[in-house]
């Protein structure tokens, strides 16, 4: 059972969405027990660090990360869970979860490309270029393309970038180490290199609770 984690941001149902069709056993839950029972966790999520990061607190999701972290329960976050799992977020100037080493940046404003202002937030299809080897890309072709709406990204400690996207400036949008892995952009929304990167992850997630 993978755990989708329900701190009241956006975006669960469609990640819950994507595991059933891929046949994947999932339940939205804000249960501590139940969390680090499972044998893996997704911490998605759309909106604000500052009121993600209160009501983790809340709710003692913050401490249940950390337990699921020692614990070695693997961790998939994917774009606000992305940003929150670093130390800090200019959001609201937030103290963030801390699970990674890094803070999570805003875009500026005045970013171009070719000499031409870009939108911000960051919002279509963009490539993610890989820096180092990651068992969720197997069999994905590096063409792929993904699905990003941000205003934020993630700047974590140089050891922690796995993949880089450009837009306006190359930024990372692929961070962590094996079995704690955060996505900037939206695996569920990014058709099938969305869905096999899911799959990917259930199935480490599954060679390591059989092992």
């Not at 989708?4 to 939205?28: F, H, M, Q, W």
């Not at 969390?35 to 999701?61: D, E």
């Not at 939206?186 to 059989?210: C, D, I, Q, T, V």
Request: proline letters at 5%; one cysteine or more; a positive charge.
């Amino acid at each position: 059972m993978i755990s989708i984690i329900n701190y009241e941001a956006g975006n669960l149902t469609s990640v819950k969405r994507a595991l059933d069709y891929l046949k994947i056993p999932n339940e939205i839950t804000n249960d501590p027990q139940k969390i680090l029972s499972s044998k893996a966790i997704i911490f998605p999520g759309v909106g604000a660090a500052g009121a993600a990061m209160s009501y983790l607190k809340k709710q003692t999701l913050d401490q249940t990360l950390k337990q699921a972290k020692k614990k070695s329960i693997p961790i998939l976050g994917i774009c606000l869970g992305c940003q929150v799992i670093l130390d800090f977020s200019e959001e609201g100037n937030t103290k963030t979860l801390g699970l990674i080493k890094g803070k999570c940046k805003k875009f500026s404003l005045d970013l171009k490309e070719n000499g031409i202002p870009i939108n911000i937030p960051h919002m279509g299809w963009n490539q993610v270029q890989l820096h180092k080897e990651c068992l969720l890309f197997e069999h994905i072709d590096s063409a792929s393309e993904f699905y990003f709406v941000h205003s934020y990204y993630p700047d974590p400690h140089p050891e922690f970038i796995i993949g880089t996207t450009c837009y306006g400036l190359n930024f990372c949008s692929v961070l962590g180490q094996t079995g704690l892995w955060a996505v900037q952009f939206h695996p569920e929304k990014s058709g099938r290199p969305g869905l096999k990167l899911l799959e990917n992850f259930y199935n480490f997630a599954w060679r390591r609770y059989n092992a």
